[in-house]
């Protein structure tokens, strides 16, 4: 957006904890961006003492008070900057959750919030694929401060309220907010396809071996249990290899499950890797799960489609609105059984008929021009002008 506007970027961490700001600074003194004013908001002693228990990895959800308290550190400076110059309309780029609306929106100029997510919960009749007794805790807990906050947060009315433009980052959640609230948003997923699209590997279609990839965390909500489940029903001999990355705090139980149930033949635990080497695996690998149980739209999702692999998910989140039957397969979320049957019956399927991946990757390559990221300059610039030229017209009406 630097290319068509002067930006003014208020942020307060490029890492892993609030306030933590290398990253960026590294990144803007070897990418220096053009018309672009980057301006660090610190957290006060008091909002990092609030933020202690989260950054020790003690209790994380003190980070939800510390980031409000952020918030207000940041309407202040806004206010400031107000002072100096002109600013001609505001865009608040949140982490997608829509529980922390900030303050920015109480100042009187154009204003446009988004893509926002986390009003979807997981479906009841999903819950036994959670599988452990802490998971199904912090679900339940999540559940319940997702109901309170959607209905009742009055910031959240307000910003709701105030918007110009909301955008929303799954269809669903375009949905919900409309129903509960009444407001009307765009959807547009969070993130996109960065740099070039590639064909996919022609090469790996000659292998005897289906080459199959899963990335993420290892916890109860991405799922890893659902297609474990899925492969045990395949014959023993089948020509697979499963490839999983990523690291959680149910990684040692699935491996241990995988061991019970005999399948640790056909899987390869990868860890947490470098982004180069996942890029590899994409380029050797025929198809691409997901089985997050909630999510907004997943990162690799994109970078799947950047290497022209299909994708297999359920049938719902970000997933739901990116997957359709050119590039990949959705995954109906009757029960958590039936998902599980029909994952194993793709993956059976596949193996004996890899043509149909090699259809199905030709078909990723043209869905994937509809989500590359340079498309959002379009979407952002008529989104603006529109903006503009409604309080234009506005204040000249009154």
Known sequence: MSQYHQLTVLYGTSG???????????????????????IFVEATKSTNRINYLNKKGIFVYTFYFAYRQWHKSVYKKAQEILKEGRIDLIHYVSPIG???????????????????GGTNDIPLRLWGSVSSISGKTKLLFRTLANQLQLHFSPRVKKALKRCDVLLTATMANQ??????????SYWLPENGIVGKIHHANPTKFNSAKLHVIWIGRIDANKALILLLKALIRLPSDSPLMVHIVGDGCLKK?????????????????????????????????HLH?????SEGNPTTIWEAMSYGVPTMSLDHCGMHDVICEKCGIRIPTNSSKQIVSDISRYMMFFM?????????????????????????????????????????????SK
């Open 289 to 293: 799960v997901i089985t997050s149980l």
């Open 98 to 116: 829509y529980r922390e609306p900030g303050y920015l929106w109480k100042i009187k100029l154009p204003y446009i919030w988004g893509p926002i």
């Open 352 to 396: 004996e008929h890899p043509e149909q991946l090699k259809a199905l990757a030709e078909g990723v390559t043209r869905c994937a021009q509809n989500f590359r990221w340079d498309k959002r300059i379009q979407t952002f610039n008529t989104l603006y002008d529109d903006m503009m030229l409604t309080y234009e017209y506005i204040k000249h």
């Open 253 to 285: 139980k699935m491996e241990k499950f995988a061991s019970k149930k005999q399948i640790q033949h056909v899987l390869k635990w990868h860890g947490q890797i470098d982004r180069e080497k996942v890029f590899d695996l994409f380029n050797m690998s």
């Open 175 to 184: 949905q919900r907010i409309g129903k509960v609230h009444h407001v009307e």
């Open 16 to 38: 892993d904890h609030l306030g933590d700001r290398g990253e960026l600074e590294t990144y803007i003194q070897e990418n220096p961006l053009p018309n672009t004013r980057f």
